[in-house]
């Protein structure tokens, strides 16, 4: 009879708890230790100066690590005073010029270097970025195109997401940019962005220029999207409000020349934004980041 250890299980699910069986009965054997996967974006000691006439050092030794929680993604905030190098970090992982590459330092996107374009990465701008002489439709499906996706298919999914973005098909799929209000563009470069499925998305203050109440639906939308995507998140904002409603964790960043002052790990609420603006913990959180940046921002 043969009596070896068998090691059940299927090698597709690794974090079954391992067991050999001996006559029928399963004995736990000590964890197989788990592969290191690599963090999503790590940045060791970035420096950038730009150059010309009087070199400018935009960031300076920026050194932070987002781990992969493949599983669930991560919502990073990025908040600092204005001129700190926000921009500067989030366009190096991004890998667009001139803010990449990097004067010095590493940086690394799932523990390679960043190259200059990859769908791993999306990017949302503050201001409008659609194109304008392209339909919401065409827009939204426009790195499909790219991709090389057949028109019928890539029109079926945009249509999709013009939905789950809270646009209505009948009705907008196709107007221009310039027949939209700035609350809708956003969506459209929302759509536009995720609908590629990258594991990074980048933000550059995409809210900045909304009034408040469609700043908040806008968030709540980001957070209900972010949970199906699984994606990780950068989103740079002024608002200290927006970042403890939306983050897991916030990189604070100093005056330029930017470094990171903390990273700082939160508490998301469960409550849409409207609501969770008036509990306790969140009022909490905003008053002592408050208390960081306003240090930060008085004149030294
Ligand atoms: P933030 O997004 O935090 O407001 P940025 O990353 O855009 O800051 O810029 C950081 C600093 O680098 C600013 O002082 C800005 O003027 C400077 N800077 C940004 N881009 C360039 C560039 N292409 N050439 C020279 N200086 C630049
Ligand atoms: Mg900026």
């Known amino acids: 009879m043969n009596t070896d250890p068998q090691i059940p299980g299927d090698s597709a699910q690794p974090d079954a708890a391992p067991a050999a069986i001996v006559n029928n009965t399963a004995i736990p054997l000590a964890p197989t230790p788990k592969v290191a996967r690599p963090a999503v ?44 190098g926000k921009s500067t970090v989030m366009r190096t992982i991004a890998g667009l010029t001139p803010q990449y590459p990097q004067t010095s ?17 999306g990017m949302v701008f503050q201001d409008y970025s659609s194109f304008d002489h392209r339909t919401v439709l065409d827009n939204i499906a426009f790195g499909l195109e790219c991709q090389g996706m057949a028109k019928l298919d890539r029109h079926a999914l945009a249509m999709d997401w013009i939905g789950k973005v809270g646009l209505s098909r009948d009705k907008d799929a196709l107007k221009y940019p310039h027949q939209l209000s700035g609350g809708m563009r956003q969506r459209v470069a929302i759509a ?85 603006q008036r509990e306790a913990s969140f009022l909490q959180h905003v008053f002592a980041l408050r208390d960081v940046m306003e240090k930060l921002e008085q004149p030294a």
């Not at 060791?44 to 960031?59: D, Q, W, Y």
């Not at 972010?226 to 409000?241: G, K, L, N, P, R």
Request: hydrophobic share 40%; with cysteine.
């Open 41 to 84: 974006v790590e940045f060791r000691n970035v420096t950038k100066i730009f150059g010309g006439e009087k070199p400018f050092t935009a960031i300076k030794n920026v050194t932070f690590k987002i781990e992969d929680h493949s599983e669930r993604g991560e919502f990073v905030c990025i908040l600092g005073p204005s001129g700190c």
């Open 105 to 121: 330092g590493e940086a690394l996107v799932f523990g390679r270097p960043v190259t200059p374009s990859s769908s791993d990465r």
């Open 192 to 276: 536009r962005t995720l609908i590629l499925k990258p594991r990074i998305i980048l933000m550059d203050e995409p809210f900045g220029a909304l009034d408040p109440a469609t700043r908040l639906s806008m968030q709540d939308l980001l957070l209900k999207l972010w949970h199906e995507q699984q994606a990780t998140v950068f989103f740079i904002t002024h608002d200290v409000e927006e970042a403890v409603f939306l983050s897991d964790q916030v990189l604070i960043m100093s005056p330029a020349p930017g470094t990171i002052l903390e990273q700082r790990a939160m508490t998301r609420s469960a409550l849409p934004a409207r609501a969770a």
